[in-house]
């Protein structure tokens, strides 16, 4: 069973930065991927990254945020900066093992002044 957990979103003002966390109860040297979801939107792929550390970005957060890993907490990221209203989205990780992609439960993220 493969669980996904995510926490650090919130409210910011435009500008700002947030970084979220991701905690896997598996080894994260799989494929991961942030997405987002806005209300009355479907859900877009915002990062992601392969098994092999190589990232790619939607075009529309490129030089804004960042994908990582940190192995020895099973611990995925996304490091968000220069935040726009138009970011705000629940934010989902997600990790695909052996053919089979799993969710977390989501997290907020408000830009609003």
């Known amino acids: 069973q493969v669980t996904l957990v995510e926490s650090g979103g919130g409210l910011v003002q435009p500008g700002g930065s947030l970084r979220l966390s991701c905690a896997a109860s598996?080894?994260?040297?799989?494929?991961l991927g942030w997405y987002r979801q806005a209300p009355g939107k479907q859900r877009e792929l915002v990062a992601s990254m392969r098994s092999d550390g190589r990232r790619s970005y939607a075009d529309y957060v490129k030089g804004r945020f960042i994908i990582s890993r940190d192995n020895a907490k099973n611990t995925i990221y996304l490091q968000m900066n220069s935040l726009k209203p138009e970011d705000t989205a629940d934010y989902y990780c997600?990790?695909?093992?052996?053919?089979?992609?799993?969710w977390g439960q989501g997290t907020q993220v408000t830009v609003s002044s």
């Open positions: 997600s990790l695909t093992r052996y053919g089979i992609t799993y």
């Open positions: 598996v080894d994260t040297r799989y494929a």
